[in-house]
């Protein structure tokens, strides 16, 4: 199930800083990506999603920058905050069918 | 937004016996609903596609008679872990899809004793 590959695992950031995760997929017929934040214990949460039809949305202050021609998009959390520490998974399906594939998480923390 | 219930969040079993968990969509009908297997530190794994009215479709490696799925209504997907052992125990995770995205259930834990 190993399409989607995501970096890096885990990541330390300072607060103020910028979180920087990348995934790239293989399927060419995936045409939705979204991410995903993840706390112990609790079920994923949508966190912003694109499709391949734009190359940046922004909801915030996260970003996701897509590169079709590449197949990779990533994740970008400005001014991160301790309250950002979590799992993320970026992850894609087919709006056919929303058949989810993640990665393999990124485990983010958040120094104060 | 759209809201998928799991039931139960977390379930403590014995090996041997058998558990089902319960997902429902709340707000919209779902013909389609994705269970995922969750063990810890590691990523959501696909484990069934559940149709309303069909049988659900099972990734490679997924053994379906011991993961049975049932979608018996358009709001309703249950899977039941039969004749659990030890190493079953995971977190359990539903997703339900609407017509813009898929929404996942908040998870059960199941525990497997």
């Known amino acids: 199930q190993q399409q989607v590959k995501q970096s890096p695992q885990s990541l330390i950031v300072q607060k103020g800083g910028i979180s920087i995760i990348n995934c790239a997929y293989e399927?060419?017929?995936?045409?939705?990506f979204p991410w995903y934040q993840q706390f112990p214990g609790k079920g994923p949460a949508l966190l912003i999603a694109?499709?391949?039809?734009?190359s940046e949305k922004k909801e915030g202050r996260f970003t996701i920058s897509f590169n079709k021609s590449a197949k990779q998009f990533s994740l970008h959390i400005m001014d991160s905050q301790p309250g950002d520490s979590a799992t993320y998974f970026c992850?894609?399906?087919?709006?056919?069918?929303?058949?989810?594939?993640f990665g393999a998480g990124t485990r983010l923390f958040v120094k104060a | 937004g759209a809201v998928v219930s799991q039931h139960p969040s977390r379930v403590i079993c014995k090996s041997g016996t058998s558990v089902k968990i319960e997902c429902r969509s709340l707000?919209?009908?779902?013909?389609?609903m994705f269970w995922y297997r969750q063990f810890p530190k590691q990523s959501l794994m696909l484990m069934a596609t559940?149709?309303?009215?069909?049988?659900?479709?099972?990734e490679q490696g997924v053994e379906k008679d011991k993961f049975l799925i049932n979608h018996a209504s358009l709001t309703l997907s249950t899977l039941t872990v039969t004749s659990a052992h030890p190493e079953d125990s995971s977190f359990y995770i539903c997703?339900?899809?609407?017509?813009?995205?898929?929404?996942f259930g908040q998870g059960t834990r199941l525990t497997v004793v």
């Open positions: 997703s339900a899809t609407g017509n813009t995205e898929a929404f």
């Open positions: 399927n060419t017929a995936f045409d939705y």
């Open positions: 694109i499709r391949p039809d734009v």
């Open positions: 992850a894609a399906s087919t709006t056919g069918g929303f058949k989810t594939i």
């Open positions: 707000d919209f009908q779902a013909t389609t």
């Open positions: 559940s149709n309303e009215g069909s049988k659900a479709t099972y």
